[in-house]
């Protein structure tokens, strides 16, 4: 097996590992098309990235050509919407394999679901004074991707209903409010089982987002770990170390791996590819380490140190 180019476990070094494994692009809710988020991670320093657009994997391919010319080690990757105990929780699959099987039809009908929200949506906002919301919307989101609750936003911004996005939001799109549809996503259990099933690694993102207890981030990551979960973002942007050393022991309790990301979304803002708190000392190991990923991660390594990529 070629020599792995990642440290095998975290020390405490402060320097930034150029890992990063959760950021997002045009094929979803991003600002930049998919090669331009590899053409920063590269400019960055960032020598294994995961594209993990929401429920979709349509900017992979344009990022792994992308990736492949720019010798940055690519992870095929989605992040998935799931529901927990009533809350919505979020999984990215690491997807050496693709996304094949019952993720593929999962992908599928996550897609089918986001459009009927969507279609929800602008009917509640034709009602506030948007007309033609849906097509108002998707002017802003470009001809590709879900629409979310953002464009409606924008939208509603641009036709003058409302001065700013958080007014959008205060008065129609947040918690609570006319736009504020619920999506119905599949619950956790099944989804960790589509990622493992196509030969995959179910990572947790992001827990310390959910305002959750520590007692009930426990029960998460419990409940995750039982149905066949294998990893949690230890780092997820900047964030506590204290409350980050505080999450590596309960990664530990339950064996489960380290995944870093920063959840970049857009250019100007405080987080950049690679841009994160560094991992602490721990015994938790780095999720490239595990075996469905090591040697996919250790060849692409090799590939780029011999100018292969």
Avoid at 43 to 64: C, F, I, N, P, Q
Avoid at 115 to 133: F, N, Q, S, T
Avoid at 134 to 153: I, M, S, V, W
């Amino acid at each position: 097996m070629p020599k792995p180019c990642l440290p095998e476990r975290f020390v405490g070094d402060p320097i930034p590992l150029g890992v990063d494994l959760h950021m997002h692009s045009t094929a979803s809710d991003g600002a930049l098309a998919p090669a331009e988020v590899v053409a920063l991670c590269a400019e960055r320093g960032v020598t294994l990235m995961a594209l993990t657009d929401h429920d979709t994997v349509a900017g992979v391919a344009e990022a792994s050509e992308a990736a492949r010319r720019l010798g940055v080690g690519l992870l095929p990757a989605a992040e998935l919407s799931t529901r927990w105990q009533g809350i919505g929780i979020h999984v990215v699959g690491l997807l050496p394999q693709g996304a094949r099987g019952a993720l593929g039809e999962g992908l599928e009908a996550q897609a089918r679901a986001r459009d009927a929200r969507a279609e929800v949506i602008a009917r509640r906002m034709e009602k506030v004074g948007l007309d033609d919301a849906l097509a108002k919307a998707r002017e802003q989101a470009g001809p590709y991707r879900p629409l979310g609750r953002p464009d409606f936003a924008r939208a509603l911004v641009a036709a003058g209903l409302v001065p700013d996005m958080a007014t959008a939001f205060r008065k129609h799109l947040g918690s609570g409010k006319a736009g504020d549809v619920k999506a119905h996503w599949p619950v956790l259990a099944e989804v960790v089982g589509w990622v493992v099933e196509a030969g995959g690694v179910a990572v947790l993102a992001h827990p310390l987002r959910y305002g959750l207890t520590r007692r009930k981030r426990g029960q998460l990551l419990d409940d995750f770990a039982a149905a066949g979960g294998q990893a949690a973002e230890l780092v997820s942007g900047f964030q506590n170390g204290d409350v980050t050393r505080d999450l590596a022991r309960q990664l530990a309790e339950r064996e489960l791996y380290a995944s870093l990301g920063s959840d970049f979304h857009f250019p100007g803002g405080h987080l950049a590819p690679g841009s994160m708190s560094p991992p602490p000392r721990t015994t938790v190991p780095p999720v490239w380490t595990h075996p469905r990923l090591a040697g996919f991660v250790a060849a692409g390594c090799d590939a780029a140190a011999s100018g292969a990529l």
